[in-house]
Each structure stands twice: as structure tokens, then as C-alpha cells.
């Protein structure tokens, strides 16, 4: 069965407040098509996972100015004024997460981990109101792991059954989030043969890709 969809069926299929993880660094490795069809069909309520909400009419921050996301789980706002703004103003829920703590919890949620244990943020307030545990006479914080409804990523090439092949750096927190979600929606810049793609470049296997749209 083909997984290759329609870019306006998929979208339509997440709903108002789904729990969305979003691949991408600054908005680079963000599925561009998804995020303008997900402000095209006007989704509202959602919270998103992602490491940043990058900047005002880039990647994430397209959501942010549309005034469709409800909640931000990530490492940093410090380059979207926007959210920003709308965090003083209580119209948005934001969570900080230092970036190594994000990422471990959304590979624990992916491994079917039951927390991770770190000491970054012990004595900050990261670790108000969070569990704590000590191991050999060192505190650690008790993080519980991320899971999503749908994971968006972003890839370079995509063959017929689904693998999954990144471009450098914008592989980032993609791969990390096909694993902890529901429902992965990979969006591609192009969908090759079954072998094109050397074994060892396959980063994300199929059997984790539910969805593949393309960015034409």
C-alpha cells in the first residue's frame, strides 16, 4: 500500500489540539507545506514539541503569528519576539526545557522509557515542581518522557516504502520524533525507487512512517 498523500487529506486528518512534535532547528528541517496547510485549514489549539518556534514568518513561527498553537514544549523561544510577546500576555502556554533534556525525553518516549534522569536544572527553577532522585550522593531531576499525536518531520528523499534519508544539520530532531509519535507525516523534497537509497543512509525506516507528502 502506498503511503504517498494528498498534502490537504493529511492535514485534514489532525485535529484542533492535537499534541504535535515538529521536526527543525531555526526552520531548518521544518516541513514547509505542512506548516502553511496546517494555517491554510486554520487548526487551533494545538501544542507543539519542537526545539524552537524559530522566528516571525519562519518555520514554527508562521503558527505562533497565526495564533494556532495553544502551548510550546521547547529549548528556546529567545528568537521569536512573538512568542515572546504572547507568553507575557498569557494567550500562550511555553515551556522551557533545556535542549539535551528535550531531546533524551522525546527518545524516551520513542523507546518506551519510563523517565530519564539528569542533572541539568537541579536548584533552577526547571526543577519546580519535578521529581528528584539521588544516585551515589548526586540529585538528579526525574524527566518524564514526550510523546506525540503526530510527528511532522522533515526529510531530503523518500523512497515508495517510506525510508527515510536526511540533508545534513536538517536532520536534527527528526528522527528523534518519528519515533515518539502516534502518526508520522514525513513531508520530502523528492520520493526515488525502492534501492536508491543506500541501506546505510536510511536514517528513519519505514515501518515508523505512516504518511509521505512532498513539497511540490
Not at 524552537?52 to 514544549?73: E, H, M, N, S
Request: proline letters at 6%.
Amino acid at each position: 500500500m502506498s503511503k504517498l498523500a494528498q498534502l490537504a487529506e493529511i492535514t485534514a486528518s489532525i485535529p484542533d489540539g492535537a499534541v504535535l512534535m515538529i521536526g527543525g532547528f531555526m526552520g531548518v528541517g521544518t516541513p514547509p507545506a505542512l506548516i502553511d496547510e496546517l494555517i491554510r485549514q486554520g487548526k487551533r489549539g494545538l501544542t507543539v514539541i519542537a526545539n524552537d518556534t524559530a522566528r516571525p514568518g519562519v518555520g514554527i513561527g508562521k503558527l505562533i503569528d497565526a495564533g494556532l498553537v495553544r502551548k510550546v514544549i521547547a529549548s528556546h523561544i529567545g528568537t521569536n519576539p512573538e512568542t515572546q510577546r504572547q507568553m507575557i500576555a498569557g494567550e500562550i502556554e511555553v515551556d522551557l526545557v533545556p535542549q539535551g533534556t528535550l531531546a533524551e525525553q522525546v527518545r524516551a518516549g520513542g523507546c518506551g522509557l519510563g523517565a530519564v534522569v539528569t542533572p541539568t536544572g537541579v536548584g533552577t527553577v526547571v526543577a519546580e515542581g519535578k521529581r528528584t532522585i539521588e544516585i551515589d550522593g548526586v540529585t538528579f531531576l526525574v524527566e518524564l518522557p514526550l510523546r506525540a499525536d503526530f510527528a511532522l518531520i522533515n526529510a531530503k528523499r523518500a523512497d515508495y516504502r517510506g525510508n527515510l534519508e536526511y540533508a545534513l544539520t536538517a536532520r536534527n530532531f527528526n528522527p528523534l520524533m518519528a519515533m515518539a509519535a502516534t502518526t508520522v507525516i514525513a513531508e520530502v523534497e523528492e520520493i526515488v525507487p525502492v534501492g536508491v537509497i543506500a541501506p546505510d543512509m536510511v536514517v528513519t525506516p519505514h515501518a515508523v512512517v505512516d504518511h509521505l507528502v512532498t513539497q511540490e
